[in-house]
């Protein structure tokens, strides 16, 4: 949201708003001149007077007192995806990064590629990306550069020109009902793009029955994955960090080795797709092995937060469990005596609805600590907790799960048991970072 109301800012428009709690990205809209309420009541419609439209996320509900408000004086609204796409259309080019895993870093990756270029995009990226100070970057009206989620279909009220789709898993089951619905609505996604032989669709061809989502689409296609897609990788390695560095072949024939600043064999197909991209722009090779090598990972993309002795604190955003099993993966290149993983669970459905594959990809770990689950947009109504993942962890690999419910107890839980040459990784999409943090004296 801090990013589009700072284009609407840059284009002339009185933007103002509420949050939680002020912030870096609060205060600096301030600085720009957007006026903002630290609760979220009715009369904060009273205190900025004149609205023309109300814009939302998917966190927002009917309940929501400035919600209700705006209803209540029949302002028109618009999902904060709907404004997104909207902003697209004034640009010539429009890149949306869709997928269960990896959007932030494929759109990173592709931030850094056309920087390398000489391009200066307008990107919207779900995290903190230093190349361009933040998580939003205001750049020409030639090129927007965005992540695409599915969730509530969000995904659907964009109008971009190359579509991405990265992986398509079961997710956000408290909106879709099964993994065919899922896939539905990335192929409605592919109907978005231009249907008149101009637009592009770049696509992961180890998605299962990956020709069904392209469906009839009569614009170009791009695959990456394996050795029978257009861009692909071969002789994958990793440097003592766990960087990856692969050998590139695009239509089978070799190009270039590339390397990484970034750990795992995911974030060499993440690479992959991101060349798919670049290929499409016609951005020639050395601008995107440039681009790739100087990419060292966005926020909370197994981030190395700092050292207490010899113990080495990473946080990662992971909360999806093939996130977690990629990032333990990638962990277990990284020098280490023992891995340590707290995992703070994001929202009940997905819990419940992934216990079994939770409690598989956490078993990568020589150790889990499981903080309480982190409701998000939820009420616990389901009857499930952090306990249910340790007990199952614990039935297959007894010992290795541990319920520590708070951050301060599992502050103390880790000072008395990490040791010198452990890697300890904090993982979720909550606020788990926190304990990293304080650990470190932050």
Do not use: W
């Amino acid at each position: 949201m801090s990013g589009l109301a700072e284009v609407l800012l840059k284009e002339g428009f009185t933007v103002t708003g509420s949050d939680r709690a002020p912030s870096d990205l609060t205060r600096k809209l301030e600085d720009d001149g957007a006026g903002i309420k630290y609760n979220q009541v009715a009369d904060n419609l009273d205190a900025f007077p004149g609205i023309n439209v109300a814009v939302y996320t998917a966190a927002v509900h009917p309940d929501n007192p400035e919600f209700a408000e705006c209803v209540k004086r029949d302002i028109p609204m618009l999902t904060r995806a709907q404004l997104l796409g909207q902003i697209m259309k004034n640009y010539k080019h429009s890149v949306a990064i869709s997928g269960t895993h990896g959007k932030t870093t494929v759109t990173s990756m592709i931030t850094h590629i056309m920087m390398s270029a000489g391009e200066n995009p307008t990107v919207s990226v779900g995290g903190i990306l230093p190349v361009i100070g933040g998580n939003f970057h205001l750049g020409s009206k030639e090129m927007f550069v965005t992540e695409a989620c599915e969730y509530t279909n969000s995904f659907l009220n964009f109008f971009p020109s190359i579509g991405v789709i990265l992986n398509i898993e079961a997710d956000h089951l408290d909106f879709f009902k099964d993994i065919e619905d899922i896939r539905n609505s990335f192929a409605a996604f592919v109907r978005t793009l231009p249907q008149d032989g101009s637009g592009t669709v770049v696509i992961n061809n180890r998605i299962r029955d990956y020709a069904d989502i392209v469906g009839d689409f009569n614009g170009t296609v791009i695959t990456f994955g394996d050795e029978s897609a257009m861009v692909s990788a071969q002789n994958i390695a990793y440097d003592s960090n766990a960087n990856a560095s692969f050998d590139l072949f695009i239509r089978g024939k070799y190009v270039d080795r590339i390397s990484l600043h970034v750990p795992g064999e995911h974030n060499v197909h993440n690479a992959l797709a991101a060349i798919g991209v670049a290929l499409r722009l016609d951005i020639d090779e050395t601008a995107f092995k440039e681009g790739l090598i100087t990419f060292s990972g966005a926020a909370r993309r197994f981030e190395k937060k700092g050292q207490l002795g010899d113990i080495e604190i990473f946080d990662d955003y992971a909360h999806h469990p093939q996130e977690i099993e990629a990032t333990l993966r990638a962990a277990h290149n990284y020098p280490h005596k023992r891995i340590i993983c707290v995992f703070q669970p994001h929202t009940y459905t997905r819990t419940r609805a992934l216990l079994p594959e939770f409690a598989k990809a956490l078993s990568l770990a020589d150790e889990v600590v499981l903080a309480d689950i982190y409701a998000a947009r939820e009420t616990d109504t389901l009857g499930i907790s952090s306990k249910n993942v340790v007990d199952l962890i614990n039935k297959e690999h007894p010992g290795k799960a541990h319920y520590v419910p708070g951050f301060g107890e599992i502050e103390n839980y880790l000072l008395g048991s990490l040791l010198p040459g452990d890697v300890c990784i904090t993982m979720g999409a909550g606020d788990i970072y926190k304990v990293g943090e304080r650990l470190l004296g932050g």
